[in-house]
């Protein structure tokens, strides 16, 4: 057996998000968000399954942070729901939706955990998708206004926040393949998206500096490995495009200034609307980025896709590679190959994991949950983050995905992501044996392989 040790400050945390976890989706005054609209909608969420309940979060965060409390994490990442704190995304703020944040932020700092908010996971008010959502360059604006309401709402007592979560994943699933809300198809509006994306970050690091002093401001990026789905020179490529278009073009704006010269040459053909000043703005300082992690992904030449030529291989399967309930590829090393770029490649700055987790079919006997599979997962892709320290990546904590079962999108509640069972009919919390170990963990900074 062997140790593997994390330096005394590491920032162990657990991650959630309003939209999966809050419920109240009509109460204290909020308003209708692009999720509440898209579950809503007939066909697009597995089995009809929607938020409006969700963990009831909204009701029962005492007792969530009690349960944080007794898995002793140090630090808990939420999201801020836009539409309970500015039901229209705009304007008047909604007092109740901020008492809700603000006796949450109080309730953990009472713990003893140190709260990281993020701005923008996924739950854009419904009423700003009616003026054009992420694809109008006005978004950039709005958001600014609602980071700076939030800034001085909660700066004087959270002082780690992010921008936007996975703006990679809103865009394309929200405006290219419509898997996700809005549910447009729309490859202009996905470019015009990314962009104003990037930009709209940028406009509200701007604004929570003005209003939260002292904060530490980040955003947070899910950027796995591409791997070509064959030795065939054209797959290689494929990955090269597939990493420019899906990973560079959101990393390299905030991070290095500028878009990547391949993809602006492969789709110089488009006009995006990027305008001088755009770019200095996007890449104003940071003072971390998180990191979404979970799986690599294959790419392959695909003729078919226009100017890209390139596509996920989602047939690819690696003989004898464990998968989770996602069908994602349990690839460990891509936790170190992505957390290298940061040194490699993009200026070694700070580094979160803000995510990283798996579903596993858990099964839930005598009262408990023996989830062996998932406290492997993690101590497979801890080991590798450990050796990106080794390697020089500056990396300062890790939150697992997520703190409790919750609402997985598109799958609904057929997906058990949490280290804390939910049971959504009587809303009980039970720690499965993975919250236990990584309570350990905490506790002694560290764990044996
Ligand atoms: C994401 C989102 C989370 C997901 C989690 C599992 O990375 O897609 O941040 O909201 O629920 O990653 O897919």
Redesign the pocket.
């Known amino acids: 057996m062997s140790k593997i040790q994390f330096p005394e400050d590491f920032l162990w945390g657990a991650a959630a ?1 309003s939209y ?1 976890i809050e419920g109240a989706w009509q109460e204290g005054g909020k308003g209708e968000s692009i999720w509440d609209r898209f579950s809503h909608t007939p066909g697009k969420v597995r089995g009809g399954d929607t938020g409006d309940a969700a963990c009831d979060h909204y009701h029962r965060f005492r007792e969530d942070v009690a349960l944080m409390r007794e898995l002793r994490l140090k630090s808990y990442r939420f999201s801020i729901s836009w539409p309970r704190v500015m039901p229209s995304g705009r304007g008047k703020v909604n007092q109740a939706g901020i008492d809700f944040y603000s006796s949450l932020v109080d309730e953990l700092l009472n713990s003893g955990i140190e709260p990281l908010a993020t701005l923008y ?2 739950d854009l008010p419904q009423a700003l998708q009616e003026k054009g959502g992420w694809a109008d360059r006005d978004i950039a604006g709005w958001f600014a206004d609602y980071a700076a309401a939030m800034g001085r709402a909660l700066g004087d007592r959270v002082k780690k926040w992010v921008t936007l ?2 703006p990679q ?1 809103f865009c394309a699933l929200g405006y290219l393949t419509g898997e996700h809300a809005p549910g447009e198809k729309d490859a202009m509006k996905y470019f015009r998206a990314s962009h104003f994306a990037n930009l709209a970050h940028g406009r509200g690091v701007e604004a929570l500096r003005s209003e939260a002093h002292g904060a530490n401001i980040g955003t ?1 990026l ?1 950027l796995p490995p591409f791997h070509p789905g064959s030795d065939r020179e054209d797959d290689h490529e494929a990955a090269r495009k597939m990493d420019g278009v899906f990973n560079r073009w959101y990393a390299e704006p905030v991070l290095l200034g500028r878009y990547p010269a391949d993809m602006l040459d492969l789709f110089s053909v488009l006009d995006i609307p990027i305008e001088d000043g755009d770019l200095d703005v996007i890449s104003q300082p940071i003072d971390f980025v998180g990191l ?1 992690l ?1 799986t690599r992904a294959f790419a392959k030449k695909d003729p078919s896709t226009p100017l890209l030529e390139a596509a996920y291989d989602v047939d690819h399967r690696t003989p004898g590679a464990a998968h989770t309930e ?1 069908g994602w590829e349990v690839y460990p090393q891509a936790m170190f190959e992505t957390l290298a770029r940061f040194k490699d490649e993009w200026g070694n700055p700070p580094v979160y994991v803000t ?1 990283n ?1 798996a ?1 596993f079919a858990d099964r839930f006997e005598d009262g408990s949950v023996n989830d062996q599979d998932r406290i492997d997962f993690l101590k497979a892709y801890l080991e590798r983050a450990r050796a990106a320290m080794d390697y020089g990546v500056d990396l300062r904590g890790y939150f697992v ?2 703190l409790m079962d ?1 609402f ?2 598109a799958h609904g509640y057929s ?1 058990r ?1 949490g280290i804390v069972r939910v049971d959504y009919e009587t809303q009980r919390r039970v720690p499965k044996a993975s919250a236990f170990w990584y309570r350990g963990v905490i506790e002694n900074n560290g764990f044996e392989i």
Do not use: D, P, T
């Open positions: 998000a999966q996971h996924w979560n996975e994943i947070v899910q979404n979970y996602m995510e987790g579903a995905w997520s919750n997985e999108w997906k992501f």
